[in-house]
């Protein structure tokens, strides 16, 4: 049973470009939430996904943006990077909107420079 | 509005010791608590959950958490810790019944076991 995957690994950019990341949800699971983990802090959460719709959204301005596919996986875009969106970037998948545990892919670690 | 507060940067605890990370909340209706578990370089893994039901919580790798109201409380606990239990910790929240489903979540806590 395959966990949550993401990908790529690390990504290194500069300011001003744009990048996507990748996640493929835990078999069964059908909604995606994607965090920002700054080092040493603990994740803020950016948006989740379910049934192809951005249903919540955290306080993270418009440069970031995502899809879900039919399949459940996901994309987090994000445009004109800047230095502070140097991080980690989490995905998680769950089993509906209300369900209470999350399943965390081990994230994908963005540098610019 | 909400949040999650986890008071210590670091603790660090002998082997076979026992070992409380802290952890308090403020939410504004019912909370649903939950405890994760981060090693280098992957990502965070579930330990445990409160809903509902009784205040103490079991959960993986001999990990307890006791939920208490008054206080607005929910410290992770282990009666002996091994090295192996060394790693970084959080704690979440996420307020019920507002229909919004994200997580809030604590700084973090290095939980660090020494041999």
């Known amino acids: 049973d395959a966990g949550v995957t993401q990908s790529p690994t690390h990504l290194i950019k500069t300011r001003g470009q744009q990048v996507t990341l990748r996640c493929s949800p835990k078999s069964g699971h059908d909604t995606v939430s994607w965090y920002q983990q700054a080092l040493g802090q603990g994740p803020q959460f950016i948006f989740q996904y379910y049934e192809e719709e951005e249903r919540q959204r955290g306080n993270f301005p418009d440069r970031f943006s995502g899809h879900q596919f039919p399949n459940y996986s996901s994309e987090l875009n994000v445009n004109a990077l800047l230095l502070g969106d140097s991080a980690l970037y989490l995905c998680?998948?769950?089993?509906?909107?209300?369900?209470?545990?999350?399943?965390f892919g081990p994230g994908t670690r963005l540098t610019v420079l | 509005a909400q949040s999650v507060a986890q008071p210590e940067d670091q603790v660090n605890v002998a082997e076979g010791n026992p070992l409380t990370v802290k952890c308090t909340y403020s939410?504004?209706?019912?909370?649903?608590l939950f405890w994760y578990v981060q090693y280098p370089n992957r990502g965070l893994q579930f330990l445990l959950k409160y809903i509902t039901g009784d205040n103490l919580v079991k959960g993986s790798y001999g990990f307890e958490a006791e939920f208490n109201k008054s206080q607005t409380s929910f410290h992770l606990k282990k009666p002996s810790a091994l090295v192996s239990d060394s790693a970084l910790y959080f704690c979440?929240?996420?307020?019920?019944?507002?229909?919004?489903?994200?997580?809030?979540w604590g700084a973090g806590t290095k939980l660090i076991i020494k041999p």
């Open positions: 939410v504004s209706g019912n909370p649903y």
């Open positions: 998680a998948s769950s089993l509906g909107l209300a369900d209470n545990e999350q399943f």
């Open positions: 979440a929240v996420r307020d019920l019944p507002h229909s919004n489903y994200q997580l809030i």
